[in-house]
């Protein structure tokens, strides 16, 4: 069985630009989540959507949006990048809402300059 | 406020030197603890969840138990292969049910 994948897995951007990651979760897979890992902060939950609905959401601006298409594939996008925005992306992707056992994509490293 | 706290940060082990790492976590309500492995460059690897204090699930040479307000990974004579951050995550019951993760123990055995 396929993994989670996430697209592209490196970005570099400008200030001020807006970028969309990509994330197609495992076959069968209906609830795809989002996280920001940065070295400081570690693993923050972003949203979470299930069967292209937004049921979670964390505590990040308003720059920070997401959707999910009918096949469960999921897109971030961001908005007027900032310096502190770099970061990796993870995708995760579980049979239901409900957390248990997610399983991570390999992420998106994005580098605002 | 939620809260997943991580010790230690980073550990150091000779290969076959048994040790465990501790994850507190302090949220409104335990729905399930998570551990995950995560290697350099990559995204975290499920590895566990418990549910209920007195729980425990293993693994190889990893065995992950639960209390009501701490969990602890063992890791039993380690090997090089078993280096990575080990990653520890709380869902609270109700509410916002986010996933809180700690920060992190950066485990090395080396050979």
């Known amino acids: 069985k396929a993994g989670v994948t996430q697209t592209p897995r490196y970005l570099i951007k400008t200030r001020g630009q807006q970028v969309t990651l990509s994330c197609s979760p495992i076959?069968?897979?209906?609830?795809v989540s989002w996280y920001q890992q940065t070295p400081g902060q570690g693993l923050q939950f972003l949203f979470e959507y299930f069967s292209e609905t937004q049921r979670n959401k964390g505590n990040f601006p308003g720059r920070f949006s997401g959707r999910q298409f009918s096949n469960s594939r999921s897109e971030m996008n961001v908005s007027t990048l900032e310096l502190g925005d770099s970061a990796l992306y993870l995708c995760?992707?579980?049979?239901?809402?409900?957390?248990?056992?997610?399983?991570f994509g390999p992420g998106t490293r994005l580098t605002v300059t | 406020e939620d809260q997943v706290t991580q010790s230690p940060e980073a550990l150091r082990l000779q290969e076959g030197e048994s040790s465990s790492l501790n994850c507190s976590y302090t949220?409104?309500?335990?729905?399930?603890l998570f551990w995950y492995r995560q290697d350099p460059g990559k995204g975290p690897e499920f590895l566990f969840t418990?549910?209920?204090a007195g729980e425990e699930k293993e693994k190889e040479r990893l065995k992950a138990t639960l209390t009501k307000k701490e969990s602890f990974l063992h890791i039993t004579a380690p090997k090089p292969e078993d280096s990575a951050t080990y990653l520890c995550?709380?869902?609270?019951?109700?509410?916002?049910?986010?996933?809180?993760f700690g920060k992190g123990t950066k485990l090395t055995v080396n050979p």
């Open positions: 995550a709380a869902e609270p019951q109700g509410g916002s049910e986010k996933l809180v």
């Open positions: 995760a992707s579980s049979l239901r809402t409900s957390r248990r056992e997610q399983y």
């Open positions: 076959s069968g897979h209906r609830s």
């Open positions: 949220v409104s309500g335990l729905r399930g």
């Open positions: 418990l549910y209920s």
